[in-house]
C-alpha cells in the first residue's frame, strides 16, 4: 500500500464519511473513493460498509485499522522528528558564558561545528551576580553555569567540568601570602552581596553564608560584572570565593588567589529553558559530552 492509500483510509475510517474525509485531506471524494477500492482490492474484502445514509467499518476493516495505525503513528513522528532535527541544525545558537569558558568551550564549538556545518555560534558573557537571567529573557539559547541549578523552568544538561574554589583577595590581603585556607577562615573577611536574581543556594556555591563552626560570614559591596568584583578585590573591599581557572585566566598584579583547602569542588554544566529544548541545543549537548568525556578539572579542560 501507498503511504496516501493508508492516509486515506485511516482517516475514512475516523471520519466514517467520504466527504468529510476529502476535505480533511483536501482531496476530492473521488480520489477517497478510488483509493478504498484500491486497498479492498489488495486486501481482497470490503473494509467498509456503505449504504446512502452511512458507512461503518467490516469487521476486517477494524482489523487493519487497528494494524496500520500505530506503524502510521510511528512513522508520521520519525519524518517530524527527522523534519525538525533538520530545520532545527540550521541557523544560530547562542551560548552564555563566563569570562575563561570562551576558552575552555573550544573543543566542544568545533565538534559541533563540524556535525553542523550550517549552524553559527555567537557568544554573550554571563554575569555572576545574574547569571540566570539571560535564559530566562531569551537573550541566550545555552549558558554554562555552576551548579546546582534548582529551577523548575531551567534544565541542566552535560557537566562540562569541576573546578576547586580559590579565594580571591586583595595581594596586600592578610591570606595572599599563604598556601592555602579553610572555609572557616571566611568568617575573618568580608564577601560580596549575592545579585537580587541570585538563588541563595547558588550563590552558596562560592559565597557560603556561615563557617563550618556556624560563625556568619559578613558581606561587603556588590558588584554587578565579573570585572567589577575584580577590581572591588584589587581595592582590597572584599573577598570572593571563585573557580579555579580564574587564577590562570587573571593573574593581575594586584589579585591573590588561595585554595580553599575544604571547599567541595564546584561543577560546571550546561543549562537551557525547560520548555525549549530545541535539536540545535541538543545537538551541542551531544557534542559538548563528547568533548569532555573522561575530563574532570578545570587545568584538562584548558587549552
Excluded at 570572593?240 to 569542588?265: C, K, M, Q, S, T
Aim: glycine letters at 6%; aromatic letters at 8%.
Amino acid at each position: 500500500m501507498e503511504l496516501r492509500d493508508i492516509e486515506i483510509f485511516l482517516t475514512a475510517a475516523q471520519e466514517l464519511h467520504f466527504g468529510r474525509t476529502a476535505e480533511r485531506l483536501h482531496v476530492t471524494p473521488a480520489r477517497v473513493s478510488q483509493s478504498i477500492r484500491r486497498t479492498e482490492r489488495r486486501v481482497g474484502a470490503p473494509l467498509f460498509d456503505r449504504t446512502t445514509r452511512r458507512v461503518r467499518l467490516t469487521a476486517l476493516g477494524e482489523q487493519l485499522h487497528r494494524e496500520l495505525n500505530a506503524g502510521y503513528q510511528q512513522i508520521r513522528d520519525g519524518i517530524e522528528t527527522t523534519t525538525q532535527a533538520a530545520l532545527g541544525n540550521q541557523g544560530t545558537l547562542v551560548l552564555g558564558l563566563m569570562g575563561p569558558h570562551r576558552w575552555m568551550m573550544d573543543d566542544a564549538v568545533r565538534r559541533f561545528r563540524d556535525r553542523n556545518p550550517n549552524t553559527q555560534v555567537e557568544y554573550r558573557e554571563i554575569q555572576p551576580a545574574s547569571p540566570l537571567d539571560p535564559l530566562r529573557t531569551k537573550e541566550v539559547d545555552v549558558a554554562l553555569l555552576w551548579q546546582p541549578v534548582h529551577e523548575p523552568d531551567l534544565t541542566v544538561g552535560p557537566v562540562t567540568h569541576v573546578s576547586p574554589v580559590y579565594l580571591m583577595a586583595a595581594a596586600t590581603h592578610p591570606y595572599a601570602r599563604r598556601d592555602s585556607i579553610r572555609l572557616e577562615n571566611l568568617g575573618d573577611h568580608c564577601s560580596f552581596l549575592p545579585g537580587h536574581s541570585l538563588p541563595p543556594y547558588l550563590e552558596a556555591s562560592f559565597q557560603p553564608f556561615r563557617t563550618p563552626a556556624g560563625r556568619p560570614i559578613p558581606r561587603g559591596p556588590m558588584p554587578t560584572t565579573w570585572h567589577e568584583s575584580l577590581g572591588l578585590v584589587a581595592a582590597g573591599r572584599g573577598v570572593a570565593g571563585v573557580a579555579a581557572e580564574a587564577a590562570r585566566f587573571y593573574p593581575w598584579p594586584g589579585l591573590a588567589f588561595v585554595p580553599i583547602e575544604d571547599a567541595p569542588p564546584v561543577p560546571w554544566a550546561l543549562v537551557w529553558r525547560t520548555s525549549d529544548p530545541t535539536p540545535l541545543i541538543r545537538a551541542f549537548a551531544e557534542a559538548v559530552e563528547a568533548a569532555t568525556s573522561g575530563r574532570a578539572s578545570p587545568d584538562e579542560a584548558m587549552p
